[in-house]
T-cell receptor, first 114, second 112 residues
Framework: AQSVTQPDIHITVSEGASLELRCNYS??????LFWYVQSPGQGLQLLLK??????LVQGIKGFEAEFKRSQSSFNLRKPSVHWSDAAEYFC????????????FGTGTRLQVFP | DADVTQTPRNRITKTGKRIMLECSQT?????MYWYRQDPGLGLRLIYY???????NKGEISDGYSVSRQAQAKFSLSLESAIPNQTALYFC???????????FGNGTRLTVT
């Protein structure tokens, strides 16, 4: 079945440390790829997206993500985490078929220690 | 005003009751979605609508129904609520295919 996998349920980092959140997908074709962030009590906010072109994409809040076709991955990174980055992060994909549905991963909860 | 407004923000109801969750938007987008969020399961699609006359089932539509009363309004109903429908429900809108979704702040529903 087509799916999106976020293998890390919960990650804890120290403020100022680097961060990488993993996302893998299992589709034959390259899907459209997104990362969303959910702060407590809030809806989801788009961080960045990849459709085509440069495989390293920049997003808001200092985040970036790299698409690697060979690994079917779209990992999210940030060089230096801030306490305000504590949130839940969701990877999502759209397979460009006639449904155009957005499928979400199960999320990674990020905790930041001072 | 928020682009996507969900009402109520919180609701507690009893098993067997009918309940409606409402979503309205101010962006004029045709595409609207209902998701539910459960811990460890991410967001799962319940129903979606690409225009007023178009309603589609998502991954987990059983036990739910929807109504697209107007372009700006998309309501989700639970005809007879059950405890495993306790979850956080999100409405989202989308300008066109593959553009980012804009989410409401969610409705937290508890069925006792």
């Amino acid at each position: 079945a087509q799916s999106v996998t976020q293998p890390d349920i919960h990650i804890t980092v120290s403020e100022g440390a680097s961060l990488e959140l993993r996302c893998n997908y299992s589709y034959g074709a390259t899907p459209y790829l997104f990362w969303y962030v959910q702060s407590p009590g809030q809806g989801l906010q788009l961080l960045l997206k990849y459709f085509s072109g440069d495989t390293l994409v920049q997003g808001i809040k200092g985040f970036e993500a790299e698409f690697k076709r060979s690994q079917s991955s779209f990992n999210l990174r940030k060089p230096s985490v801030h306490w305000s980055d504590a949130a839940e992060y969701f990877c999502a994909v759209v397979v460009p078929d006639n449904t155009d549905k957005l499928i979400f991963g199960t999320g990674t909860r990020l905790q930041v220690f001072p | 005003d928020a682009d996507v407004t969900q009402t109520p923000r919180n609701r507690i109801t009893k098993t067997g009751k009918r309940i409606m969750l409402e979503c309205s938007q101010t962006k004029g987008h045709d595409r609207m979605y209902w998701y539910r969020q459960d811990p460890g399961l991410g967001l799962r699609l319940i129903y979606y609508s690409f225009d007023v006359k178009d309603i589609n089932k998502g991954e987990i539509s059983d036990g739910y129904s929807v109504s697209r009363q107007a372009q700006a309004k998309f309501s989700l109903s639970l005809e007879s609520a059950i405890p495993n429908q306790t979850a956080l429900y999100f409405c989202a809108i989308q300008r066109r295919a593959n553009s980012p979704l804009h989410f409401g702040n969610g409705t937290r529903l508890t069925v006792t």
